[in-house]
């Protein structure tokens, strides 16, 4: 038997499932997500007994990691899917979700988008405005198809997280503000095509402060009570996402006060809610495993270069993100502090700074961890540069989880133009 998740094997080697790291790195080459299936099964059934005692439904964030088959996997758990494009509807109904488990959220949804949506009775659109609203009701009334509609409400609410992944301050572009939620909940029943269904909240991502989700959450079912007082309906609440994970220690995030949160706030009360979380269902079930390029030492500084790049994992870079990196092989001469940095030419093609790490040798691996969440979605071809290969490790087995467009592919998708 295993441990959960990654762990080292009798000889030192990180593992998953039975399997060596380092054979799956040489096998599929480098760089090389891996994915654990019973870290993402386990991390599901957390958030679900968190919430087992309400009336409540699971949307995987699909922006969190968008591959059909990390999907297809959490669709088979039980969840539904919390989408911001019609790419990812898309990639939903191909991983086999149904589109009356598929609430759209996002603030700038275009009209394409908002019809084939409609097209294709997804379950609810989360509306961030009351021109979005006219948009989509300018839509359902023109093709006749009904709109199930949420509001989703700013509450001008700062978590402590950082700046680029808050979304619940009033100076964001996100939600509507808390003071005109009722007048277009209001507005919603004039219109015809239009489902009023209830209200939601998203206030960022990486929380750990849970008092942050219930000052939230509570000012969330007060409106909804006022709006229920004057005589509408509010059969639901979104919940949005936003729970964190250990990226410096691997520690599993403890539910329990999140559990309390929303037994306080809602075991009494009538409405259905859903949970948008991302991140805290898929992060610590990915790493990223790359191989060391060439060790390169200044005067001031040792500088490890791997093979994987920015254009791979950018939340270092981007959100000045932590990730542990360990060695794939353990190696007993002792350590070095260093920058380990990737091939491309930018100077924050960097996965960490002044890391202490164990010594390294060229075309050795490297794992840099909990990177299941907002990286491989996150990449990009830059400096003419592959995507990494991405593998899944389910009941012991590795498979193949897509194919990556050679440099051939990619070049061979552009037209030349004749300037003849
Ligand atoms: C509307 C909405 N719901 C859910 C999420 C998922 O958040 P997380 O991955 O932090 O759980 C996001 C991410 O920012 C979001 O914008």
Redesign the pocket.
């Given at each position: 038997m295993h441990c959960l998740g990654y762990y080292r094997d009798t000889t030192g080697e990180l593992s998953v499932q039975g399997i060596k790291i380092s054979y799956l790195a040489k096998k599929y080459g480098t760089p090389l997500y891996i994915y654990d299936s019973e870290i993402m099964k386990d991390r599901y059934h957390a958030f679900l007994n968190a919430i087992k005692e309400v009336k409540g439904n699971i949307h995987y964030?699909v922006?969190?990691n968008d591959s059909i088959n990390i999907i297809k996997y959490f669709s088979k758990l039980g969840c539904g899917a919390?989408i911001?494009s019609i790419g990812e509807f898309e990639k939903c109904i191909a991983a086999g979700i149904a589109p009356e488990k598929i609430i759209f959220?996002?603030v700038g949804k275009d009209k394409n988008e908002i019809e084939t949506a409609l097209e294709n009775n997804i379950l609810q659109f989360?509306i961030e405005s009351q021109e979005e609203l006219y948009d989509i009701h300018y839509i359902a009334s023109k093709i006749k198809k009904n709109a199930n509609i949420c509001l989703?409400v700013n509450p001008d609410i700062a978590p402590d997280t950082h700046k680029k992944?808050s979304?619940g301050e009033k100076e964001t572009k996100f939600g509507i503000d808390f003071e005109n939620v009722k007048a277009i909940y209001e507005k919603l029943h004039q219109l015809d095509f239009i489902t009023p269904v209830g209200l939601g909240v998203?206030i960022?991502?990486?929380i750990f402060d849970f008092n942050f989700f219930y000052k939230a959450y509570l000012n969330l079912r007060n409106l909804a009570d006022e709006i229920k007082k004057v005589g509408f309906s509010v059969p639901t609440l979104d919940l949005?996402?936003?729970?964190g994970v250990d990226y410096k220690n691997d520690t599993k995030t403890d539910l329990t006060n999140y559990k309390n949160i929303i037994l306080e706030l809602f075991s009494e009360s009538n409405f259905k809610l859903s949970f948008?979380?991302?991140?805290?269902l898929i992060a610590e079930a990915g790493i990223l495993v790359t191989k060391v390029i060439r060790n390169k030492k200044t005067k001031d500084k040792n500088f490890v270069i791997v093979d994987a790049a920015m254009n791979n994992l950018i939340r270092p870079t981007l959100y000045d993100a932590f990730h542990k990196i360990e060695n794939v092989q353990t190696n007993k001469t002792g350590e070095i502090v260093a920058d380990i940095v990737g091939p491309i030419c930018e100077t924050g093609d960097y996965f960490a700074l002044d890391r202490t790490i164990n010594h390294i040798n060229k075309n050795q691996y490297l794992a840099i961890k909990t990177t299941g969440?907002?990286s491989s979605v996150m990449s990009s071809n830059y400096n003419a540069r592959t995507d990494a290969i991405e593998i899944m490790i389910v009941n012991g087995q590795d498979h193949k989880m897509k194919e990556v467009d050679t440099i051939k592919d990619i070049i061979s998708k552009e037209t030349l133009i004749d300037f003849d």
């Open positions: 964030a922006k969190a919390d911001v959220s996002g989360n989703r992944i979304t998203h960022g991502s990486q949005g996402g936003g729970i948008e979380p991302g991140r805290s969440a907002y």
